[in-house]
Nanobody, 127 residues
């Protein structure tokens, strides 16, 4: 069992920044990385970014490339998502997740392939 807890959401004006964090505990040695997804009202959960625990590779969805950065703090078993130049369309509940299988594409882009999720944290960007 892997337990994930997100933090860092909030309300910010367009152009501002937020940093989300996801702390992992439990059998994290059975996972290879972590991903961030988001879900806006009425829409499906969508991929945002993902990275391996080693930090050797990171992937980003096109809408966030150049604005968001995913990075890890292995000492604390934590993955962060630094979000800059936020836009109103970034408003959503953000979830971190991890999976037990191999860390490979396209699986890491699909929320259905993840085995564990945090509770989510709300990000609201006002215009």
């Amino acid at each position: 069992q892997v337990h994930l807890v997100e933090s860092g959401g909030g309300l910010v004006q367009a152009g501002g920044s937020l940093r989300l964090s996801c702390a992992a505990s439990g059998r994290t040695f059975s996972t290879y990385g972590m991903g961030w997804f988001r879900q806006a009202p009425g829409l499906e959960r969508e991929f945002v970014a993902a990275t391996t625990w080693s930090g050797s590779h990171a992937d980003y969805a096109d809408p966030v490339k150049g604005r968001f950065t995913i990075f890890r703090d292995n000492a604390k078993n934590t993955i962060h998502l630094q979000m800059n130049r936020l836009k109103p369309e970034d408003t959503a509940v953000y979830y971190c997740g991890t999976r037990l299988g191999a860390w490979s594409t396209p699986e890491i882009f699909r929320w259905g392939s993840y085995d564990y999720w945090g509770q989510g944290t709300q990000v609201t960007v006002s215009s």
